[in-house]
């Protein structure tokens, strides 16, 4: 059985980290369009001829490594917080259902 306070816990959850879920998809974002920046950068950088040779240069280069650990990290921290608040929705629908089920099964009886 899902209790009051524990709904009462998953709201207050999900209301007091609504701030951080938005600058963690905010992060995710940003990292993950900052990359094209990056390796235009790297690829202006290069003084290799062809596009290809400067795209590789690009890819290769540890900046950009660097870059692909800040996006692994801004999605790692956007997803967990996603799974969070859909856990304390899961539990809050859950418990509206017990709670419907309950005012039937009273009417029934």
Do not use: G
Request: aromatic fraction near 10%; glycine fraction near 0%; hydrophobic fraction near 40%.
């Amino acid at each position: 059985m899902i209790t009051d306070d524990e709904i009462e816990r998953a709201l207050d959850y999900m209301r007091d980290n609504a701030d951080d879920c938005a600058r963690w998809k905010a992060e995710r974002v940003y990292v993950t369009e900052y990359r094209k920046t990056i390796k235009a950068e790297l690829m202006k950088e290069s003084n290799a001829k062809t596009a290809v040779d400067r795209e590789e240069y690009a890819y290769a280069h540890d900046r950009y490594k660097e870059h692909l650990e800040a996006i692994k990290q801004a999605v790692y921290q956007d997803e967990k917080h996603r799974f969070l608040v859909l856990a304390a929705q899961a539990k809050i629908d859950a418990w509206r259902t017990m709670n419907a089920n309950q005012r039937i099964m009273t009417k029934i009886v």
